[in-house]
């Protein structure tokens, strides 16, 4: 039975249960009464596995599909309906034979199953920032998962049926289908502010309100409202004052980004009474306020973690945020006590376990226990660190944009933009060199504009535009950085500690974003003195800190030659601004 009389959303609910003709249809009201008893069906079904209520309470560990384990950017579409406005970095196929292919494959896709029609929201519901949309999916995985990771249920229709057009959704289809890896799809169709998804089980792939909405639909929908979707995490800095300002920072994957939202200050900080509040670790929609300054939330409810090197030394707060009420997703299942173990957890391996295929395991035959992607799926407000403002309706003020990437040695450990629109040339040549973890060459430059480059839902080349302009509508815009904890030695080392130190780059950061700290000029911005970062209890010296916050004009020219290659690729639709910000660098370092 329908929970609403919104005539636009059962209509669009009959039409997807007409094509994919499931058993039945439940929508799901939220309640703690319906989640128990899907929890129950999938544990009478082996989908997932209840792990041992003392140590692990409310958790369940789950397995997905051998061929089924990641994001598939090769089977991810955008389908604009001019192939212009999907751009060169994304996939684009004319949205009516999209479409057409898609409802082959749907044809049938949920006979003998259950539709589950799940009303969400992004943030809080009664936010002026909330986006309502419905995920209609055939699998319990997917809606046990998106009651962590969104608002869901009852208190979602009745503020989709209040707002100002009800007819306003984004429109979600997932079905498991055969877990088919060839008639894989994951595809957005912005225009019609709709995602369908077939053929995986996989929570980066079917759980639409991340990525798929969150990032790709709501990028696009920014775009036409003048607001901003971001892959960027939020948190808040308290000084000793009891004063909390905030930053969000964004960084491509394999960057630290989630231990840098959780962030533990160093003792010498903690002392005197500096705190971290994480109000976001992934995603953040930011909106300008009423008082000029750019305001941010975090539409998501839950962290979706890489569970492989999350331990009480990299990410405790991670940690000990999926203690409880928490879905393990192709880790290893340790049977002498029923809990969970990976890679970097601890260095004591299970002797008796199953490995994330549920195979027996044994970590002496060298063989890897969880997936390298294996994750947790567990609700935010359990982080010790969570900020009181998580679920505030109006967002959190931002002072600092950062920008970040892995470079050996071009990028120094921070920088600062002169202004907005050189920031925003700072984010669009972001870049990380290859590790030795990822397949092909190593130390290649790969360019992440603003880490949004998997996620952009239309041109970045009008993305770029769209930052400019938001620039300009902005009375009192955010400083732009950009930091580097991956700089090395002539061993290859890392040269800075990292981790929670990085709190001493931090602290200069908001204290420049406020006026209350000083900078000297450099070809490529304004850079801290190196007595500026606080070396308080720290074992690195002037010496080493001026290394760190060095600029090598010969490796910048080569970088210069890599960004107009890269630029090259978005041909007219590229900001003169950017070309003008480039050839200003050029300049400088001649």
Not at 78 to 86: F, N, T, Y
Not at 122 to 141: C, H, N, W
Request: net charge negative; glycine share 8%; hydrophobic share 40%.
């Amino acid at each position: 039975m329908s929970l609403t009389d919104n005539k636009a959303v059962n209509a669009w609910v009959d039409e997807m249960a007409s094509m994919t003709k499931p058993d039945k249809i439940v929508w799901i009201d939220g309640s703690e009464e319906q989640l128990d008893a899907l929890r129950g069906e999938s544990l009478a079904a082996g989908e997932i596995i209840a792990l041992d209520p003392d140590k692990l309470p409310g958790c369940f560990l789950h397995r997905t599909a051998v061929n089924d384990v990641a994001r598939v950017e090769h089977r991810t579409f955008i389908c604009s309906r001019r192939e212009g406005d999907a751009g060169p970095t994304n996939n684009w196929t004319d949205p009516a034979e999209m479409y057409a292919r898609l409802r082959k494959l749907y044809d049938g896709a949920m006979k003998g199953r259950t539709m589950y029609v799940i009303p969400f929201s992004m943030t809080v519901p009664e936010s002026p920032f909330a986006k309502f949309g419905i995920e209609l999916t055939d699998s319990i995985y997917v809606v046990l998962n998106m009651a962590i990771m969104t608002r869901i249920g009852a208190r979602v229709i009745k503020c989709l049926d209040a707002s100002l057009n009800p007819a306003d959704f984004t429109k979600g289809l997932h079905a498991k289908a055969d877990i088919d890896e060839e008639n894989r799809y994951i595809v957005q169709f912005p225009e019609d502010n709709a995602i369908w998804s077939i053929n995986s089980g996989y929570g980066g792939n079917v759980l639409l309100g991340k990525k798929c909405f969150a990032l790709r639909i709501a990028s696009y929908l920014g775009w036409k409202e003048g607001w901003m979707a971001e892959h960027m995490l939020i948190l808040g800095i308290e000084n000793p004052k009891g004063e909390i300002r905030y930053l969000a920072a964004a960084f491509p994957s394999a960057c630290g980004k989630t231990n840098l939202a959780m962030l533990i200050p160093p003792d010498v900080y903690r002392n005197k009474g500096y705190k971290v509040w994480c109000v976001g670790d992934d995603i953040a929609w930011l909106r300008i306020g009423p008082d000029g300054r750019l305001w941010a939330v975090n539409p998501e409810a839950g962290f979706f973690g890489v569970a492989p090197g999350t331990n009480m030394k990299s990410n405790p707060n991670a940690l000990l945020s999926c203690r409880a009420n928490t879905i393990f997703t192709n880790v290893v299942h340790n049977l002498d006590d029923n809990t969970v173990w990976w890679e970097g957890l601890d260095k004591n391996p299970p002797k008796n376990a199953l490995n994330w295929k549920g195979e027996k395991w044994d970590c002496a035959d060298g063989s890897k226990g969880a997936h390298p992607n294996s994750r947790f799926t567990a609700p935010a407000n359990q982080c010790p660190c969570i900020s009181s403002e998580f679920e505030a309706p109006q967002g959190v003020p931002i002072s600092a944009l950062v920008f970040g990437g892995r470079r050996a040695r071009t990028a120094p450990l921070v920088y600062q933009s002169r202004d907005w629109d050189h920031g925003v040339f700072v984010g669009s040549i972001m870049a990380s060199e290859t590790t030795a973890a990822a397949s092909g060459a190593v130390g290649v430059v790969r360019r992440d504009p603003m880490a949004m480059l998997p996620f952009c839902g239309y041109h970045m080349g009008d993305y770029f535009a769209h930052w400019f302009e938001m620039g300009r509508r902005i009375p009192n815009p955010p400083k732009i950085f950009n930091v580097n904890w991956f700089r090395t030695d002539e061993n290859g080392s890392f040269i800075w500690p990292g981790y929670g130190e990085n709190m001493r780059v931090l602290e200069w950061i908001i204290n420049r974003a406020f006026g209350e700290a000083d900078a000297a000029e450099s070809p490529i911005g304004y850079l801290p003195r190196p007595e500026d970062i606080n070396r308080e209890g720290l074992d690195v010296s002037l010496d080493t800190l001026k290394n760190l916050l060095s600029v090598d004009t010969e490796l910048w020219r080569e970088e210069a030659r890599g960004i107009h290659e890269f630029y090259a690729k978005f041909g007219d639709k590229l900001p003169h601004k950017l070309r003008e910000e480039l050839a200003r660098l050029e300049k400088n370092l001649a």
